[in-house]
């Protein structure tokens, strides 16, 4: 098998697709690992012929969670992290590699992907519905991520008078209302001021003493001492720091 991934390892039909998602289910079953992905392809098209260009995006990326962790993914703008991430959630199909995940998922889209007529308010209740939460579970759920990013007064007002940074919070707070094993934030912290972004990592620390596991993206990175592990994506591939 060659190092270079192949469109028939593509389709996850070849013997070194096969053996990866069975070292994956293994990693999986031991308990300590929640999310194994190995050789991860991205090609985009665009354009249309004659000037069609296919831009390899991930080159064989490879991520492993384990359980009670915060890993980081780190790396230039356009390096592909958010691609990455979309891949981790399903969001966008991929031309290569495998995936194999116990546990539920919470993803934070770098573009908070917001109703602008809706309050927060309704925004928890839509969110929580479609969770499968129960009312009280839902208000009870609201009311922690209000405390503690600090955003309750904006809890009647629409999303179209929110500013960015309450915005990026309702972002994140709508991600951590169904309280999932495995959080996936792509950078969460963008519009933060100061305070919140130490609140942040006092939610994401607590977190990860329940044993939940987190990936975060940043663009960069100031706080290395708060990650167990990260990751540098560079020419479409995951280099362990
Ligand atoms: N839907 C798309 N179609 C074509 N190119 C895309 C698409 N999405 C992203 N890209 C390109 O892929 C590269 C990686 O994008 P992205 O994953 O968003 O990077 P990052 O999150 O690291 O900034 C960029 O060059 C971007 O322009
Ligand atoms: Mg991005």
Same mark, same amino acid.
């Given at each position: ?116 007529? !809706?309050?927060? =308010? @309704?925004?928890?209740?839509? *969110?929580?519905?479609?969770?499968? +939460?129960?009312?009280? $579970? /839902?208000?009870? %759920? ?40 495995? !959080?996936?934030? =792509? @950078?969460?912290?963008?519009? *933060?001021?100061?305070?919140?972004? +130490?609140?942040?990592? $006092? /939610?994401?620390? %607590? ?35």
């Amino acid at each position: 098998m060659t190092a270079t991934p192949t469109t028939t390892e593509a389709d996850g039909s070849t013997d070194a697709s096969t053996r990866r998602e069975a070292d994956a289910q293994r990693m999986l079953a031991g308990g300590e690992t929640v999310l194994v992905a190995r050789g991860l392809i991205k090609v985009y098209t665009t354009g249309i012929w004659p000037r069609r260009r296919s831009l390899w995006v991930l080159r064989g990326a490879d991520v492993d969670l384990g359980r009670g962790e915060i890993v980081g993914l780190v790396g230039e703008n356009g390096s592909g992290k958010s691609t990455v991430m979309k891949i981790l959630v399903g969001s966008l199909s991929r031309d290569g590699g495998t995936i194999e995940r116990s546990g539920s998922l919470g993803y934070c889209p770098q573009e908070p992907i917001l109703y602008e007529r !809706l309050t927060c =308010d @309704e925004h928890f209740e839509l *969110f929580g519905e479609a969770y499968g +939460l129960g009312a009280l $579970e /839902i208000d009870r %759920a609201r009311d922690e991520v209000y405390d503690v990013l600090g955003f309750g007064r904006w809890a009647s007002a629409r999303v179209e008078e929110l500013s960015g940074g309450t915005r990026a919070k309702l972002n994140l707070g709508l991600a951590l209302l169904p309280d999932p094993q495995i !959080l996936l934030l =792509d @950078e969460p912290y963008a519009g *933060f001021d100061w305070d919140t972004y +130490l609140r942040f990592w $006092e /939610i994401t620390a %607590a977190r990860r003493d329940q044993g939940r596991s987190l990936l975060i993206i940043s663009h960069f990175i100031t706080d290395e001492e708060r990650f167990d592990r990260i990751y540098d994506l560079r020419d479409g591939q995951t280099v362990p720091r």
